[in-house]
């Protein structure tokens, strides 16, 4: 059976300060905001993967992991942006004061194996972020434009020591996410 995976950082004990950095856009009409509680940082979108290959990708993640040469780090988060551009905004996120070298670095090296698997490789460059909320209609984009440009939230810090394999499941209610399996860094 297929799963719907990703490969994330995950930023539990967040949640409170993710909400408040969502409050921020709170008065924009148009935004669907993600879910404090499942915040992360994704270092590589898998899409569907039939579940027989979840052994593998374990694996290799383990050696990408190790390659990367990455140790527990901390991670600050803050500031704001958006994608693809603040003239036309589809994802609003803050990004990483400190440990964007490391996701970068996790990321390379979890890309490689992943490609070397058959995975499509990235069709952008990798930015840290975690996304707050995606808009749906451009009715609160001069707001959202005016908060991102304008205000320069500090979210938090956090402890990294490893990385998620996360299973997505659509629901009515939005994304559920659930762990496969945690690599220690």
């Known amino acids: 059976m297929s799963k719907r995976l990703f490969v994330s950082v995950d930023l539990d004990g967040l949640a409170e300060e993710v909400a408040a950095a969502q409050e921020l856009f709170a008065d924009a009409s148009g935004l669907s ?23 593998d990708l374990v694996r290799e993640l383990e ?5 990367s040469g990455v140790e527990p780090f901390e991670a600050a988060f803050g ?12 994802v ?9 070298e490391q ?14 698997m058959g995975f499509e ?3 952008h460059e990798f930015t840290p972020h975690v996304t707050l909320a995606r808009l749906q209609h451009a009715g609160g984009k001069e707001l959202v434009q005016d908060v991102v ?36 860094l």
Do not use: C, M
């Open 63 to 67: 050696v990408a992991v190790a390659d």
């Open 103 to 116: 996701l970068t670095a996790l990321h390379e090296a979890i890309e490689e194996r992943t490609v070397a």
């Open 149 to 184: 440009q304008n205000r320069d939230p500090a979210v938090g810090t956090l402890s990294v020591d490893e990385v998620r394999l996360t299973e997505s499941v659509l629901t009515e209610d939005g994304s559920e996410y659930s762990t496969v399996a945690s690599i220690p």
């Open 79 to 90: 500031g704001l942006g958006v994608f693809p551009s603040l003239d036309y905004i589809s």
């Open 121 to 123: 490789p990235e069709d």
């Open 92 to 100: 609003v996120w803050f990004g990483t004061r400190a440990g964007s």
């Open 33 to 55: 905001f993600t879910d404090p509680e499942q915040a992360h940082v994704t270092l590589k979108f898998l899409g569907d993967t039939d579940g027989g290959r979840v052994d």
